[in-house]
């Protein structure tokens, strides 16, 4: 996502708790004329699958006035191998994102920010394992949660001495699977689990389990006699491989009548017809695409 120029184009965040992708906010005010930004603040936001950049903001004291609860940045793509980004924001004091406890992959760049201090002074390396980290600043700012050594980016963020489920990432709430903040690998029915249950394929989109793979054909055809789908169905074929792929969705689906959740269909050029959801009654949509 990208917010640039106009610090209004922030509403876009409404209601965000996850960004699949990158966050880029670039370029809003000027030194001599900062933006106002006393009345945005995204408190839902916990994860960003990608990478987060902070490029000429002017007007912005403190990261953590936009996003309180940031607690993961997954780094699956990367900018220039970096996954945090903060450059020449020339108002900004404190990064302040005391909840920020794992940036999975990428290093972090932190230069040019003339206000702000003592931010080299927060082990990174303990937020982001690496050795790359680039950071250059006046003198720092914030306390960040320190988890124990025993679960390194992974302790509850209002008891920091209690470890987290091992299926959690990011802190939790709570002991269980189901209080994490952000799953380590993947999520059933708000559940983070390390493998996707009977019936279920995992989706490297988004991490979610509860929807068909894309990528393996022969799978498909273990969804025969399925007449409700307990989450959400995303089908994107791009090669077939000499498969009759229109065949095997007729086969697999035929007897499909129910999606809990969303039925999303992209980059599929060898489906000319959606005939093999013939039987589809009803998509109820208890979770959804961007909304959709």
């Known amino acids: 996502m990208d917010i640039r120029n106009y610090v209004e184009q922030l509403n876009k965040l409404e209601n965000c708790t996850a960004i699949e992708g990158y966050l880029r906010i670039v370029l809003i005010g000027r030194p001599k004329a900062p933006a106002n930004f006393e009345n945005y603040s995204f408190p839902l936001l916990t994860e960003i699958t990608d990478y987060f950049v902070m490029f000429r903001v002017h007007g ?3 990261v ?3 996003f309180p609860n940031l607690a993961v940045i997954r780094g699956r793509q990367l900018e220039h191998n970096y996954a945090f980004i903060m450059l020449w924001n020339s108002h900004l004091q404190e990064i302040g994102l005391i909840n920020l406890i794992a940036i999975v992959r990428g290093n972090v760049y932190i230069e040019e920010n003339s206000k702000l201090c003592y931010a080299d002074t927060i082990d990174w390396n303990v937020i ?3 050795s790359s980290h680039h950071i250059r600043l006046c003198n720092s700012d914030l306390l960040f949660t320190v988890c124990p050594k025993e679960c390194p980016n992974n302790c509850n963020t209002k008891n920091p001495k209690q470890c987290c489920h091992s299926n959690c990432i990011g802190g939790c ?3 269980g699977p189901l209080d994490c903040v952000a799953c380590k690998k993947l999520i ?3 559940t ?6 009977h019936g279920y394929y995992e989706v490297t989109e988004n991490a979610e389990s509860s929807k068909l793979s894309p990528l393996i054909i022969g799978k498909i055809q273990d969804m025969k006699g399925c007449t409700e789908i307990n989450g959400s ?9 000499g498969v009759n792929v229109i065949n095997e969705l007729e086969q697999a689906f035929k007897h499909l009548e129910t999606i809990q959740g969303f039925l999303k269909i992209s980059r599929s050029r060898p489906l000319t017809s959606l005939s ?11 979770t959804k695409e961007r909304n959709k």
Request: aromatic share 4%; proline share 7%; glycine share 4%.
């Open 60 to 62: 912005i004291h403190s």
């Open 64 to 66: 953590s006035q936009l």
């Open 128 to 130: 982001a394992p690496s």
């Open 173 to 175: 709430d709570g002991p």
């Open 188 to 190: 059933v029915n708000r």
């Open 192 to 197: 983070c689990v390390d493998k996707c249950p």
């Open 233 to 241: 169905l995303y089908i994107s074929i791009e090669e077939t491989k």
């Open 276 to 286: 093999f959801l013939k039987n589809l009654r009803l998509i109820k949509g208890r």
